[in-house]
């Protein structure tokens, strides 16, 4: 049994009996799909919502709309099948006080609404969720088990 880690902007694959695990999803959202037969799954912390809005987007991990794809396409290249995938994800919190109503500041809500709509077009249910809020996270999720393993400041621990 092997802890992967997966830092910021970056996605990791874990089999069988990994644990793939992030630190410290604030506005970050961490994204895993998950093919139960095969106990295969994909872990993304990414980062902001689009690569379109930003002139240096060659790390593909960083963002919501090309970290799935790619974590998909390695995915599927390790034999998972697309049609049985699911995913959770988590976090997406607005970590500061913004004055303005403009959502436009709230990259936390923003990077929820983006992997949402990815997963949608994609066709991959989103079985669990943990996400917005004011507090961080830290993920780890069980490839044996298919356990998403939550931890929060304050909150204390939830499995999903």
């Known amino acids: ?7 910021m902007a970056d996605y990791k694959i874990g089999k069988k009996e990994d644990i793939l695990v992030t630190l410290g999803l604030g506005s970050c959202v ?21 690569s379109k809005e930003i002139k240096n987007n060659s790390n593909k991990a960083k963002f919501a709309d ?16 697309k049609t049985r995938l699911t995913s959770k994800i988590a976090g997406g ?34 079985i669990a969720e943990d996400t917005l809020g004011n507090h961080g996270r830290t993920i780890e999720f069980n490839c044996d088990t298919g356990e998403l393993l939550i931890k929060s400041i304050g909150k204390g621990k939830q499995i999903l």
């Open 30 to 50: 961490g994204i895993i799909l998950y093919d139960k037969v095969k106990k295969i799954a994909g872990m993304a912390h990414i980062m902001l919502p689009s």
């Open 66 to 81: 090309t970290a799935i794809e790619e974590m998909l396409k390695e995915l599927i290249s390790e034999g998972v099948s």
């Open 1 to 7: 049994m092997a802890n992967i880690k997966v830092g």
């Open 93 to 126: 919190a607005q970590m500061f006080n913004i004055a303005s109503k403009s959502d436009t500041l709230n990259i936390g809500k923003r990077n929820v609404i983006s992997v949402k709509e990815k997963l949608s077009d994609l066709r991959i249910s989103i």
